[in-house]
């Protein structure tokens, strides 16, 4: 079975400034996949390429058999019809409710009656936790609960897979742990595959189940694998002091 994602030789860069080169993983179906790192690594810039928001340097992307970055613009947007994207603000409109923010790209695809719309709201703000707060404002909830209204905006069509950036940012550990039981739980019941970007080592070891490090020493990627696998094993002293917190233990046979 060809895998959700595959990365091949992808060189990210911003003019002659390169972030990353050499690029090679794959994302497996329903698979929860973190891209982790230290600060200005790049993790957020790979996931603007996995999505389409820019464009690779050198090497390609690939969805099940399919070239994303070899699309025209209107294959890209039916591409990007099965993303859900969650930034790391959570990027809710200010102005408008949570109901309003979640109904805004299920009425922006023009072909849902208004009925089916409201339901529809209800029960993507049940998914995650929020029944009963569609008529509140962002300004109005805490910054755990914005988090998981973005996600159920996201989630407002369906998405095969979901990106989220950065989701724990800012939250105190409860309300952390509470939304990396939800990641756990949207996994589970809706099947989806699930790519993170994320530094927080407690939501790496709890939801992953396929780490890329990437390395900002050698602008490439250090090591893949299941977090606990290379925290304990690891033969790069790098990925230990990252996911150890700073100690560098030696290897585990």
Known sequence: MAAKITIRELTMAYGDLVVMHDLNFEIQEKDIFIIMGGSGCGKSTLLRHLIGLQEPAKGSILYGDEDFTAT????????MQRFGVM?????????????????MPLEEAGTISAATVRDLVAYKLSLVGLSGYKDYYPSQISGGMKKRAGIARALALDPDILFLDEPGAGLDPLSSRRLDDLILGLRDSQGSTIVIVTHELASIF??????????????????IGNPNELRDRSDNPAVR???????TPEPHP
């Open 72 to 79: 025209d613009p209107d294959e890209r947007g039916s591409f």
């Open 241 to 247: 002091l990252f996911l150890n917190r700073g100690d």
């Open 206 to 223: 709890s939801i992953a189940n396929t780490a890329l490090f990437l390395d900002t020493a050698t602008k490439t990627q250090g090591a």
């Open 87 to 103: 930034y790391q603000s959570g990027a809710l409109w200010s102005s408008l409710t949570l109901g309003e923010n979640i109904a």
